[in-house]
């Protein structure tokens, strides 16, 4: 297999079209959105993180699975935030996270993956090691 594969996430899309047409909670809120591309060198993963910095995302390696991660906590305050006439009741749009997981393929330089973050996109280069060939096994003439 040469190919990522992706982990099913905790949505699966099952909200019906006639319920919320305009909105599609999977793709917008879940997860960002990543391009995989692969050359004879490597695989170049590219993920949209508007808003984000490098110190917000977190990118680990556990075997063949790669994560890239964040949370994000907005910190705004105010000292007319809680008084007799303005109180919160639900505040839900203060921490904003993801994890994606990727499964790597067998022909991954796990040792060599580096990434970038410019402009709210998160570059990952996977290079690519040759895979050892089959190896012949000679039948001896008892």
Known sequence: MNELSLF????NNDFDN?????????????????DVKETKDKYLLEMDLPGRTEKDVNIELDGSVLT?????EEKKESKNENT??????????????FSRR????????GEQISANFKNGVL????????????????????
Do not use: C, G, Q
Request: charged letters at 30%.
């Open 102 to 109: 990727f499964t790597l393929p067998e022909d991954v330089n």
């Open 68 to 72: 890239i991660s964040s949370v994000k």
């Open 8 to 11: 099913n996430t905790l949505f």
């Open 123 to 142: 570059t990952i280069d996977i290079p690519r090691k040759a895979l050892p060939a089959a190896k012949k096994i000679a039948i001896k003439v008892a």
């Open 18 to 34: 006639d319920m919320l047409p305009e909105f599609n909670f999977h793709a917008t809120y879940a997860t960002p959105k990543v």
């Open 84 to 97: 007799d006439k303005n109180k919160w009741l639900i505040r839900e749009r203060r921490t904003y996270e």
